[in-house]
């Protein structure tokens, strides 16, 4: 019975017209299968997937008998399947006057799984592979295509990767409960000290010579960007740091602004720590803070 509607309405219940004898697969009925004057149950010839069921003399125990009616016109009942419960060896009489109702049965539950069965099934058949959408840039996305979940972990790997990667963009409203800054570790060549903000924002250098010339590279061409630096003196031989020779993304020297133009002088003391703070507008000029011989 599968892939059947099943037609099914509040209440029906009429009385056999004729005999309905044992064996036979055609009765009428004294009333068609009606709701207030409205017929309602209907099943047309060659129309297999409208049927209902009725159950014959449904108040007497020994003789009850579901029935399957798959073609009805009027009060003529002309294709029925009996005894579908399989109570009686044999199919019973029943005798006109006897009550037929339609009830809520098994069989109906059954009908409404195979339509769900049916419906998922064709549903699985609908979503074809070309339906998907398998580009792990989404660089050709389409607003018809589902997307692989092989593609989307692909793009969120590639976007910001569980081993760490770089967002852009402004990221608004983020609150930031812990964090550690990368400590990038510099040195001096030719008293050139070269410090590329796309590798941190901290660094650690020690002396081993004069600092004449500090080159930022990647600093951000628009906003606010930052640069903490500790600086180590030499433990044997004091050395300085000039801030008179600063570049920015590759442009011209420039000196470091400072409170009251007051420059800065690296701690002459051997080994002592200064924590040197490096702060970009707009990847301009740099403004320098100093805390110093920290210990």
Not at 168 to 186: H, K, N, Q
Not at 249 to 267: H, L, Q
Request: proline share 2%; glycine share 6%.
């Amino acid at each position: 019975m599968a892939n059947r509607e099943t037609k099914i309405v509040n209440f029906y219940e009429s009385t056999l017209a004729s005999l309905l004898a044992s064996a036979s697969t055609s009765t009428s009925v004294t009333a068609a299968p009606t709701t207030d004057g409205t017929t309602v149950i209907n099943a047309s010839s060659g129309d297999s997937s409208t049927h209902y069921y009725l159950v014959v003399d449904p108040d007497n125990s020994s003789n009850r008998e579901v029935i399957l009616v798959t073609q009805s016109t009027g009060t003529t009942l002309s294709a029925v399947t009996r005894d579908l419960e399989g109570r009686h060896a044999t199919d019973p009489d029943h005798q006109a006057g006897t009550t037929v109702r339609l009830a809520v049965l098994a069989e109906h539950f059954v009908d409404m799984n195979d339509r769900l069965d049916t419906g998922l099934a064709s549903l699985a058949t609908a979503i074809q592979t070309s339906d998907l959408q398998d580009d792990d840039t989404f660089a050709s996305a389409a607003a018809d295509k589902v997307a692989s979940s092989e593609s989307i972990k692909a793009y969120a790997d590639t976007k910001l990767p569980l081993a760490g990667g770089t967002m852009t963009g402004a990221i608004v409203g983020a609150e930031l409960t812990d964090y550690v800054e990368t400590d990038v570790s510099l040195s001096s060549s030719s008293g050139v000290v070269a410090i590329d903000l796309a590798n941190g924002n901290t660094g650690s250098l020690t002396l081993t010579e004069n600092v004449t010339d500090i080159d930022f590279t990647n600093v951000p061409a628009n906003g606010v960007s930052t640069f903490t630096l500790k600086i180590t003196q030499d433990a044997v031989s004091a050395y300085t740091v000039a801030i008179n020779a600063i570049t920015v993304n590759g442009s011209g020297d420039v000196t470091a602004k400072t409170a009251g133009a007051g420059g800065y002088t690296m701690t002459a003391t051997l080994g002592a720590e200064d924590l040197v703070f490096f702060m970009f507008f707009d990847a301009s000029t740099p403004y320098l803070t100093a805390q110093q011989e920290m210990s």
